[in-house]
């Protein structure tokens, strides 16, 4: 049975994404069987797949709305068919408005999901920069969170929000939602304030901070124009070697 992480953060630009399309390739490439849901009406973990997101039939927005199966919208990720893939494109910013009136609109995506656990190992669900239905859904339907972070003060700001909206989540709504980590990204070990942040995160969260950290790697960012996750742009880059071991210590705590 597939264990699901949903990857948040309200704040934008903190490589929610990045980390979704590296994880995936990475836990692919160690044999396992991943399935990622994009949850952003931008599509960009869709276009990191090698997916086309202007040419989709149908996408995550049909699912959670009733008005697709799942064989109808999953793909395989282009780059080497490593990944499946739940695509999204704009159309899903209208989900927000018509997931208010539904029927249990907290769960759409875990019912739609639940009957496919058993063909994966890992779910990942690349949520959008906001607290909104959406991400209600993804957090309704995980066992855990992974939060990216760069490590400074700005982005600890909204922190304690967040986590506290997960807390709120595991009580009211999802009690299978037991683990929350914080991962290190864009790190440059070079700025004397990122690592004062970095210590001062293992100081509040202990743990729940990931050992592995991301660096600040031109190749990772390059990789999404060229439709696949920088663990199969750049094998040999130093992003791609971080993001294998971040997969390494995720298969570590699933044991």
Do not use: W
């Not at 990122?194 to 001062?200: A, D, G």
Request: aromatic share 6%.
């Amino acid at each position: 049975m597939a264990k699901v992480f949903c990857v948040v953060n309200q704040k934008g630009g903190v490589g929610k994404t990045t980390t979704c399309t590296n994880l995936a390739a990475a836990l692919s490439l160690k044999g396992k069987r991943v399935l990622l849901i994009d949850l952003d009406p931008q599509g960009n973990a869709t276009t990191g797949s090698g997916v086309d997101k202007r040419s989709l039939e149908q996408s995550v927005y049909q699912l959670i709305l009733g008005e697709a199966s799942f064989d109808d919208v999953v793909v395989r990720s282009k780059e080497k068919g490593l990944y499946d893939v739940l695509p999204a494109n704009r159309d899903l910013a209208g989900a927000e408005v018509e997931l208010v009136d539904m029927d249990e609109r907290d769960y759409r995506l875990r019912h739609a999901l639940e009957p496919q656990l058993k063909n994966y190992d890992v779910v990942l669900i690349d949520c959008s920069p906001s607290i909104s239905l959406l991400t209600i859904n993804a957090l309704c339907c995980a066992h855990g969170v992974i939060i990216p972070m760069q490590c400074e003060y700005y982005a600890m700001e909204g922190l304690t929000d967040l986590v506290d909206t997960v807390k709120m989540v595991y009580q009211g709504k999802n009690p299978d939602l037991t683990a929350i980590g914080l991962l290190r990204v864009m790190f440059d070990a070079r700025i004397s304030l990122q690592q004062e942040v970095s210590e001062q995160l293992k100081e509040h969260f202990g743990n729940r901070v990931f050992n592995t950290i991301i660096p600040r790697n031109v190749r990772m960012a390059e990789a999404p124009s060229y439709g696949k996750p920088g663990v199969l742009y750049d094998p040999s880059s130093k992003g791609a070697k971080a993001y294998k071991a971040f997969a390494t210590e995720i298969l570590s705590k699933l044991k």
